[in-house]
């Protein structure tokens, strides 16, 4: 990729907008371009996993930029981000949302045959399960792996992007670290307060 992952969450989110994450697996392969982000600033942020410092759960975040951290929300659901700045000090972006590009038939049949289009990749856990995600990719290197991968899309204009309050958050939930695409189907509906089932 030429963005620069070894930069702060908040700088990296807009521009992983467009970026395009390929997972390619026996069953198929499957590619989503990302249309939702969230800024995770680590010890700097109260909502972040890392905010209370390194855990058996959390090393990968404190690891190399570009890795994947990979984890179980509520046991219910994988969540996916991409580790962001310089090593030993923890943030990433979660992956909130995107939009199938290739293998939707194989993301609709992980998904369920009624899934509509634009809600095959909405929501953090649903964005894993389209791609076939799991604990076991969890600090997968995006950047050098030949299965799960993260490559530059078509770019994304400026006047597209949108920035507001994380979703569902208790904590530093009105920090402008949610980036998305104005008008954008695939995006998920803002709720402030909702239930949170992925945080980083």
Same mark, same amino acid.
């Given at each position: 990729?030429?963005?620069?992952?070894?930069?702060?969450?908040?700088?990296?989110?807009?521009?992983?907008?467009?970026?395009?994450?390929?997972?390619?697996?026996?069953?198929?392969?499957?590619?989503?371009?990302?249309?939702?982000?969230?800024?995770?600033?680590?010890?700097?942020?109260?909502?972040?996993?890392?905010?209370?410092?390194?855990?058996?759960?959390?090393?990968?975040?404190?690891?190399?930029?570009?890795?994947?951290?990979?984890?179980?929300?509520?046991?219910?659901?994988?969540?996916?981000?991409?580790?962001?700045?310089?090593?030993?000090? /923890? @943030?990433?972006? +979660?992956?909130?949302?995107?939009? !199938?590009?290739?293998?939707?038939?194989? &993301?609709?049949? %992980?998904? =369920?045959?009624?899934?509509?289009?634009?809600?095959?990749?909405?929501?953090?856990?649903?964005?894993?399960?389209?791609?076939?995600?799991?604990?076991?990719?969890?600090?997968?290197?995006?950047?050098?792996? /030949? @299965?799960?991968? +993260?490559?530059?899309?078509?770019? !994304?204009?400026?006047?597209?992007?949108? &920035?507001?309050? %994380?979703? =569902?958050?208790?904590?530093?939930?009105?920090?402008?670290?949610?980036?998305?695409?104005?008008?954008?189907?695939?995006?998920?509906?803002?709720?402030?307060?909702?239930?949170?089932?992925?945080?980083?």
């Amino acid at each position: 990729m030429n963005v620069s992952l070894a930069r702060p969450a908040e700088e990296v989110a807009p521009d992983l907008l467009g970026a395009v994450l390929t997972h390619a697996t026996p069953e198929g392969t499957v590619s989503i371009t990302i249309t939702e982000t969230e800024a995770y600033s680590g010890a700097a942020d109260p909502a972040s996993h890392a905010y209370r410092g390194r855990t058996p759960r959390t090393a990968v975040m404190f690891g190399p930029a570009g890795h994947l951290y990979v984890y179980r929300s509520h046991g219910l659901h994988w969540c996916a981000n991409v580790v962001t700045g310089v090593d030993g000090i /923890a @943030s990433a972006v +979660l992956i909130r949302a995107g939009r !199938v590009l290739e293998g939707e038939d194989l &993301a609709r049949e %992980r998904r =369920g045959d009624k899934v509509e289009g634009p809600r095959l990749a909405r929501g953090p856990g649903n964005f894993c399960q389209a791609l076939g995600i799991t604990a076991q990719h969890n600090g997968t290197d995006l950047l050098s792996d /030949a @299965s799960l991968a +993260l490559t530059e899309g078509e770019p !994304v204009p400026a006047a597209l992007v949108r &920035a507001g309050p %994380r979703v =569902g958050v208790s904590k530093a939930h009105d920090w402008q670290h949610r980036f998305y695409l104005a008008g954008d189907p695939t995006v998920s509906p803002y709720r402030a307060h909702a239930p949170r089932r992925c945080s980083t």
